[in-house]
């Protein structure tokens, strides 16, 4: 599918092909060079991978399976000369959420005597994405709050604030202090996949209703598969990292109330990171939890730790400042329903049926003709129609 914008016809925007490695290094490589950037560095990383498994990635992108949407890219194409790229991947395991990874737009050729902007060009790869991927309903985004350009590209294009994140980073020291209490967490279990309902209960619960719209988690969002497994852990050998989750569960409730899953780095040349949900009335439970976590990180290297936390969660935002921890990023997270139009044209047809158009078997045919109607006289045909004989007057009757 091409997408082509009125102003600037020269621009088209495809899928991503393997000829297009080349460009795509080139066109990361002038990024970094203007702004350093882990996403870039991920991307190349990324870029690596595809260049050597191209064929087999390819193959499987044909049909659903885990590797399907590895590498979801569109370029921006003008006279044969890459001039953007949009890089995008399933939020959840019904794939209604997507998420933007990435937006890079390069320098442009003029067209006509007008040169196109960066804007458009980024316009246009996202409304290529809103159109070729049918079926992602909600779209996601977290952007910086000081990268301007960008964050005007996704309000440009009807992207609404959905929540405000912290990035905060807790140094080896203080670590190492947390490390020295006992947490006091007496039903602490490792997590399987026969916890999956608990944990998704768990998520339910810790987020506005809002936010918990546009995740749209199910179940199976919280269950590993063999396949996942086995990929998951080649990964971490590779890498050098590990994971370790764990829950806490109250037996009177019957749930789940609190959850992390920490992935360690075993060379130390990368922080910890944390992700963390605590049952927003069982926040007592961030010591605890932290502290578990800080006990986990003695057999690793020293490092620092890495937790995110949303503007709806207060507790946590309160307690890491009480800790010390240390502000490292603040970003925005956007979404945007490509649904909410045909929705609201469905309910404007319905709101003009009256009720005798959907009821029409219901109609009377004539109109009803007035009668008369005397209570006394209902009255007695009712009390003789039920009047009881008594046996001693039936028998003279019959004699």
């Known amino acids: 599918m091409t997408s082509v914008s009125p102003q600037h016809a020269t621009v ?7 000829r297009d490695l080349d460009e795509v290094s080139r066109l990361t490589a002038s990024e970094a060079d203007v702004e350093e950037s882990g996403n870039l560095v991920d991307l190349g990383r990324q870029i690596q991978q595809i260049r050597r498994w191209y064929g087999p990635l390819r193959f499987l992108s044909l049909f659903p399976n885990p590797l399907q949407h590895f590498f979801c890219t569109y370029v921006a194409e003008q ?4 001039c953007g790229l949009i890089q995008v991947s399933p939020f959840n395991r019904t794939r209604s959420t997507w998420r933007v990874d990435r937006v890079i737009v390069g320098s442009v050729l003029p067209a006509s005597g007008d040169q196109p902007l960066s804007m458009d060009v980024g316009s246009q790869l996202l409304r290529h994405c809103f159109q070729a991927i049918w079926e992602a309903r909600t779209w996601l985004i977290e ?8 964050l005007a590209l996704y309000r440009h294009n009807g992207f609404q604030t959905l929540a405000k994140m912290t990035y905060w980073e807790i140094n080896s020291e203080q670590l190492s202090v947390l490390a020295e209490r006992e947490p006091d967490l007496p ?3 490792p997590v399987g996949n026969a916890d999956a309902s608990l944990l998704h209960q768990l998520d339910t619960v810790s987020m506005p209703p809002l936010v918990r719209q546009v995740f749209d988690r199910h179940v199976i969002d919280f269950k590993t598969s063999l396949f996942k497994s086995v990929l998951s852990t080649l990964k971490h050998w590779v890498s050098h990292t ?3 989750s764990g829950y806490v569960f109250e037996p009177q409730r019957k749930a789940a109330i609190g959850y992390f899953r920490l992935r360690l780095c075993r060379n130390g040349k990368h922080p910890h990171a944390a992700q963390l949900t605590v049952h927003p009335a069982y926040t007592w439970l961030y010591p605890e939890l932290l502290a578990q976590m800080a006990r986990v990180t003695k ?17 946590r935002e309160e307690y890491l400042e009480q800790l010390g921890a240390a502000q490292i990023g603040h970003t925005l997270m956007m979404s945007r329903s490509v649904w909410h139009k045909l929705r609201e044209s469905k309910f404007s047809a319905l709101e003009g049926l009256q009720l005798s158009d959907v009821l029409q078997s219901l109609q009377p045919s004539r109109k009803p003709v007035p ?8 009255l007695e045909n009712h009390n003789s129609a039920n009047k009881i004989t008594p046996p ?7 004699n």
């Open 242 to 244: 590990d994971v370790v």
């Open 187 to 189: 039903n602490f279990l």
């Open 143 to 150: 952007v910086d709050v000081n990268d301007t350009a960008t």
């Open 371 to 378: 009668g008369r109607f005397s209570l006394q006289s209902n």
């Open 299 to 315: 057999d690793v290297p020293s490092q620092s730790l890495c937790v995110a936390s949303a503007d709806y969660q207060p507790e």
């Open 12 to 18: 088209s925007v495809r899928p991503f092909q393997y």
């Open 79 to 82: 006279s044969g000369r890459l």
């Open 392 to 398: 001693d007057r039936a028998e003279e009757g019959k």
